[in-house]
Nanobody
């Protein structure tokens, strides 16, 4: 059973924007804080941003002021608005609970920032 589906990635030039979406099943959305994670090429997966059930957010320093995480509890969706993208933001982006649960890792969505 698919738990999360990420979408919205693509190729964008430096300075550009993308909006990622995560569709989550009700079993995980109702009880957990949610996070966006990323895995750059050749590196370990890392937390990017998180949001609690009532909307409290937290960001890693490397995306503060550029990325915005949000959620729609009715639609069971989590979003990541990414602005002022840099080449170092290139990665596969994943959605999961926070802290993450192994069984909820999805396929991710590729974000490539390049001119």
């Amino acid at each position: 059973q698919v738990q999360v589906v990420e979408s919205g990635g693509g190729l964008v030039q430096p300075g550009g924007s993308l909006r990622l979406s995560c569709a989550a099943t009700s079993s995980i959305f109702s009880f957990y804080a949610m996070g966006w994670f990323r895995q750059p090429p050749g590196k370990q997966r890392e937390l990017v941003a998180e949001i609690t059930g009532d909307g409290v957010t937290n960001y890693q320093d490397f995306v503060k002021g550029r990325f915005t995480i949000s959620r729609d509890n009715v639609k069971k969706m989590v979003y990541l608005q990414m602005n002022s993208l840099k080449p170092e933001d290139t990665a596969v982006y994943y959605c999961n609970t926070e802290p993450p649960l192994k069984k909820y890792w999805g396929q991710g969505t590729q974000v490539t920032v390049s001119s």
